[in-house]
Nanobody, 116 residues
Framework: QVQLVESGGGLVQPGGSLRLSCAAS????????MSWYRQAPGKERELVAT????????TYTDSVKGRFTVSRDNAKNTVYLQMDRLKPEDTAVYYC?????????WGQGTQVTVSS
């Protein structure tokens, strides 16, 4: 079955960096569209970044452009989210999502807290 396991979250000071990882299994990773979402307390889940299976460029929500970078390693079935110059408003649970054969699959999430 499809499994997505996020890791790399934690507590970081404003201006710091974290790299999230999402290890995938149970489907053809290289053919999937992979995305990162986040959900802060009391807010709706929002799309942060998407990396397509091939061909087109990754996309980002405006609030993270220039600070976050999404990448994927198809040989390792893993998608990453490099987060730099973190701000307190980036605090949220971060989820990865796979879109494969017209179905969506979610990981369990990893907490990111940006605070001094």
């Amino acid at each position: 079955q499809v499994q997505l396991v996020e890791s790399g979250g934690g507590l970081v000071q404003p201006g710091g960096s974290l790299r999230l990882s999402c290890a995938a299994s149970g489907f053809t990773f290289s053919s999937s569209i992979m995305s990162w979402y986040r959900q802060a307390p009391g807010k709706e889940r929002e799309l942060v970044a998407t990396t397509p299976s091939a061909g087109t460029r990754s996309t980002y929500t405006d609030s993270v452009k220039g600070r976050f970078t999404v990448s994927r390693d198809n040989a390792k079935n893993t998608v990453y989210l490099q987060m730099d110059r973190l701000k307190p408003e980036d605090t949220a649970v971060y989820y990865c999502k796979a879109f494969y054969r017209f179905s969506s699959y979610w990981g369990q999430g990893t907490q990111v807290t940006v605070s001094s």
